[in-house]
């Protein structure tokens, strides 16, 4: 078997494939690893999720990896993301009045709006982010959030024969 550093075009190609990856995180030096559904888009990783203990996590410390991988015959592609945690919030409800024309969106509004133009092109976008555990009843809406992670560095290695 052969293995080599894949180049950032083919490591952003397998982000763009890939709909899974495990989220890492560390808080208090105890690292956490998580399954998210996730899309890739303007030079960054978008997901979603409700409140818990990766989103406490990465709200105490930024700094986050995913790894995804693609396992296919008798070769495999993984790629590293190291990045920043960035939370979507809402954009605050100010009043119901038309903006100007040239006012734009607020760049919160606008990045949550691109987070979920990218991942509700997947069928079961919101999975496993928005389910209870035990069962598969959507949680209550409102309680969920958009997030970002900034890509800091990307590197991968894929295997052949």
Not at 96 to 102: E, L, M, S
Not at 122 to 137: F, I, R, S, Y
């Amino acid at each position: 078997m052969n293995i080599k550093e894949m180049t950032r075009p083919e490591c952003v190609a397998l982000l763009k494939s890939t709909r899974l990856g495990r989220l890492a995180c560390v808080r208090d030096n105890r690292p956490y690893v998580v399954p998210i559904h996730f899309a890739f888009g303007d030079n960054a990783i978008f997901s979603f999720s409700l409140p818990g203990k990766k989103v406490e996590w990465m709200r105490k410390n930024p700094h986050v990896c995913l790894q995804v991988d693609d396992v296919a015959g008798d070769g495999w592609k993984s790629v590293v993301v190291d990045g920043l945690f960035e939370d979507l919030p809402k954009a605050p409800e100010v009043d119901n009045t038309i903006p100007a024309v040239d006012q734009p969106l607020p760049e919160s509004k606008h990045d949550r709006e691109f987070a979920w133009s990218l991942l509700q092109k997947h069928a079961n976008w919101w999975e496993p982010g928005a389910l209870n555990l035990g069962g598969a009843t959507p949680a209550v809406s409102g309680s969920h959030l958009f997030y970002r992670i900034r890509i800091e560095a990307i590197s991968g290695r894929q295997a052949f024969q």
